[in-house]
């Protein structure tokens, strides 16, 4: 039976919202349902569940229902022309709050942003406009994507749908949170450190974070500049695939953008997809990230059933070590925040954003900037701040940043050559699954959760998460990761192994997931 179509009944507008956006996509094309309907049915899900996950930052419904009317007269006007659109046209999507937005407002979850409308878009942003797809809202994240959690928004948590007292991930835990909760069938997040892959992994989503250069980080407002990287969030490999190929682009405004970003995800997921075999393909283990100390052991033995499936679709699964990556963690948080204390010194009280003057005493740029900081910012933004001004500070520079960026190369090297060995690279996406709100108060247990995510991020190759079982009744997530360029290998392999595990299944993983309370 095919789920979509136009009745205006509880029941059909909960199958619009739950079919997936390649599957809205052939509806719209069929003229099965307008793009107005299904972004109203997407508000209505918003309306109701929202209150109590908590995804989305601001929801614009006027805005995004005149964007679906300016997508179905596109289709229309293609239509009686004879010419094509983009597929995904019509289709609604969800922004994170990171990433500027004309006329809507951009917070970065940070009071020191409160209230901001940028006057123009981000690159990425611009994209999605230009194939049509209505912006529901913009989504909650960790203030400006420092956490992992989406416990640390200056606007209030955000809950993971399996669980409403665990967390969605973080940074992008809005995007993931959204999707995962039938509020919207694609999403855009950043990823940092994992901010994509992390959530997607723990909501039982699919994340990808692109190789980096091949998605405009101009209009992203900047955490750690040369690890930023925005990338496409669903529900199927093939939906973040064609997520992927709108918003991936070369742009002259970003001065790492790539001329040659790898595009036709999506031909390379159904092609995979119809033929279902990975014969040749060399998948190594890496070695430094299958199980140990602080991993959970559902997540391990999922994984590893995942490594099965492979197998069984022709791969040749072998052990990789990267031995520089004990060191990767600890290199990471020493470039990263250093870069954040660079790129957020200009919130400064004068320029735009909250400004704060000092209750007694003079008034001068100094007190301004102090009482600004002190009172936009919150308390994990500080804390790297302050960890990243030291490390750059003098007679401190060599001996810490000097020294990360060191071992980032020694990073590289492991990659480049472990690519002699295999053509992908696979891990568990995160150690554990969702935990509960407050169970990580301390920040050093939070930083090492992200072992297995920031490899990729150091060395700019492409990765994904997709969801490879569950452990305890909680999603656990699959990564793979791919040479730079090779954004193709991962949505091959990607989507094999979600076929393979949704025939094991009997359908998809959230399928599992426990029904919302809706209003």
Same mark, same amino acid.
């Given at each position: 039976?095919?789920?979509?179509?136009?009745?205006? *009944?509880? &029941?059909?507008?909960?199958?619009?919202?739950?079919? =997936?956006?390649?599957?809205?996509?052939?509806?719209?094309?069929?003229?099965?349902?307008?793009?107005?309907?299904?972004?109203?049915?997407?508000?209505?899900?918003?309306?109701?569940?929202?209150?109590?996950?908590?995804?989305?930052?601001?929801?614009?419904?006027?805005? &995004?229902?005149?964007?679906?009317?300016?997508?179905?007269?596109?289709?229309?006007?293609?239509? =009686?022309?004879?010419?094509?659109?983009?597929?995904?046209?019509?289709?609604?999507?969800?922004?994170?709050?990171?990433?500027?937005?004309?006329?809507?407002?951009?917070?970065?979850? =940070?009071?020191?942003? @409160?209230?901001?409308?940028?006057?123009?878009?981000?690159?990425?942003?611009?994209?999605?406009?230009?194939?049509?797809?209505?912006?529901?809202?913009?989504?909650?994240?960790?203030?400006?994507?420092?956490?992992?959690?989406?416990?640390?928004?200056?606007?209030?948590?955000?809950?993971?749908?399996? +669980?409403?007292?665990?967390?969605?991930?973080?940074? /992008?835990?809005?995007?993931?949170?959204?999707? $995962?909760?039938?509020?919207?069938?694609?999403?855009?997040?950043?990823? *940092?450190?994992?901010?994509?892959?992390?959530?997607?992994?723990?909501?039982?989503?699919?994340?990808?974070?692109?190789?980096?250069?091949?998605?405009?980080?101009?209009?992203?407002?900047?955490?750690?500049?040369?690890?930023?990287?925005?990338?496409?969030?669903?529900?199927?490999?093939?939906?973040?695939?064609? %997520?992927?190929?709108?918003?991936?682009?070369? +742009?002259?405004?970003?001065?790492?953008?790539?001329?040659?970003?790898?595009?036709?995800?999506?031909?390379?997921?159904?092609?995979?997809?119809?033929?279902?075999?990975?014969?040749? %393909?060399?998948?190594?283990?890496?070695?430094?990230?299958?199980?140990? @100390?602080?991993?959970?052991?559902?997540?391990? +033995?999922?994984?590893?059933?995942?490594?099965?499936?492979?197998?069984?679709?022709?791969?040749?699964?072998?052990?990789?070590?990267?031995?520089?990556?004990?060191?990767?963690?600890?290199?990471? !948080?020493?470039?990263?925040?250093?870069?954040?204390?660079?790129?957020?010194?200009? !919130?400064?009280?004068?320029?735009? $954003?909250?400004?704060? @003057?000092?209750?007694?005493?003079?008034?001068?740029?100094?007190?301004?900037?102090?009482?600004?900081?002190?009172?936009?910012?919150?308390?994990?933004?500080?804390?790297?701040?302050?960890?990243?001004?030291?490390?750059? /500070?003098?007679?401190?520079?060599?001996?810490?940043?000097?020294?990360?960026?060191?071992?980032?190369?020694?990073?590289?090297?492991?990659?480049?050559?472990?690519?002699?060995?295999?053509?992908?690279?696979? =891990?568990?996406?995160?150690?554990?699954?969702?935990?509960?709100?407050?169970?990580?108060?301390?920040?050093?247990?939070?930083?090492? %959760?992200?072992?297995?995510?920031?490899?990729?991020?150091?060395?700019?190759?492409?990765?994904?998460?997709?969801?490879?079982?569950?452990?305890?009744?909680?999603?656990?997530?699959?990564?793979?990761?791919?040479?730079?360029?090779?954004?193709?290998?991962?949505?091959?392999?990607?989507?094999?192994?979600?076929?393979?595990?949704?025939?094991?299944?009997?359908?998809?993983? %959230? &399928?599992?997931?426990?029904?919302?309370?809706?209003?």
């Amino acid at each position: 039976m095919n789920p979509m179509n136009s009745e205006t *009944t509880a &029941a059909s507008a909960d199958a619009l919202v739950r079919a =997936s956006a390649a599957q809205q996509a052939a509806a719209l094309a069929a003229g099965e349902v307008s793009s107005r309907e299904l972004t109203s049915a997407h508000l209505d899900r918003i309306a109701a569940v929202d209150g109590a996950v908590g995804a989305f930052l601001d929801v614009d419904a006027d805005k &995004a229902l005149a964007d679906a009317d300016a997508a179905d007269a596109a289709r229309r006007e293609a239509g =009686s022309a004879g010419d094509p659109v983009p597929e995904l046209t019509g289709v609604p999507t969800a922004v994170k709050d990171l990433i500027v937005t004309r006329g809507q407002v951009t917070t970065a979850a =940070s009071r020191i942003l @409160e209230g901001w409308v940028p006057p123009y878009d981000a690159t990425l942003v611009k994209n999605l406009r230009a194939a049509h797809l209505p912006i529901l809202g913009k989504t909650n994240l960790d203030e400006f994507a420092m956490g992992g959690s989406t416990e640390h928004s200056a606007f209030g948590r955000t809950a993971n749908p399996w +669980d409403l007292e665990r967390i969605p991930g973080g940074s /992008s835990g809005g995007s993931a949170a959204a999707v $995962g909760a039938f509020e919207a069938p694609v999403a855009v997040g950043t990823d *940092t450190g994992g901010s994509i892959r992390q959530p997607a992994a723990v909501t039982g989503t699919v994340g990808v974070k692109p190789t980096y250069g091949t998605v405009s980080r101009f209009g992203v407002i900047a955490m750690a500049s040369s690890l930023d990287t925005p990338g496409p969030m669903a529900r199927t490999v093939l939906d973040t695939a064609l %997520l992927h190929d709108v918003i991936a682009s070369y +742009d002259p405004l970003d001065s790492t953008s790539l001329p040659d970003a790898p595009r036709g995800m999506a031909d390379v997921v159904r092609a995979a997809q119809a033929g279902a075999d990975l014969s040749g %393909l060399r998948v190594g283990v890496i070695a430094e990230l299958d199980g140990g @100390e602080g991993y959970q052991p559902g997540v391990v +033995d999922s994984f590893h059933q995942a490594l099965t499936l492979l197998q069984d679709a022709g791969a040749a699964v072998e052990t990789v070590s990267l031995p520089h990556l004990e060191y990767a963690l600890d290199a990471y !948080y020493l470039i990263m925040p250093a870069e954040a204390s660079s790129n957020l010194a200009r !919130y400064d009280g004068m320029r735009y $954003g909250l400004r704060v @003057e000092p209750t007694e005493g003079p008034v001068t740029a100094e007190t301004v900037m102090s009482a600004t900081r002190g009172a936009g910012f919150g308390d994990e933004v500080k804390r790297r701040i302050i960890l990243g001004t030291h490390v750059l /500070s003098a007679g401190y520079y060599d001996a810490y940043y000097g020294s990360a960026q060191k071992v980032r190369t020694l990073v590289q090297r492991d990659f480049t050559a472990a690519w002699q060995q295999a053509d992908v690279l696979v =891990s568990p996406t995160a150690p554990v699954t969702a935990y509960r709100f407050g169970e990580k108060d301390d920040p050093l247990a939070m930083y090492k %959760l992200d072992v297995t995510t920031i490899p990729a991020n150091l060395a700019g190759v492409p990765a994904m998460s997709l969801p490879s079982g569950l452990s305890d009744g909680l999603p656990v997530g699959f990564q793979i990761l791919a040479p730079q360029r090779a954004d193709d290998r991962l949505y091959r392999v990607g989507a094999v192994l979600e076929q393979m595990l949704e025939n094991k299944w009997g359908g998809q993983l %959230l &399928a599992q997931a426990p029904e919302l309370e809706v209003k």
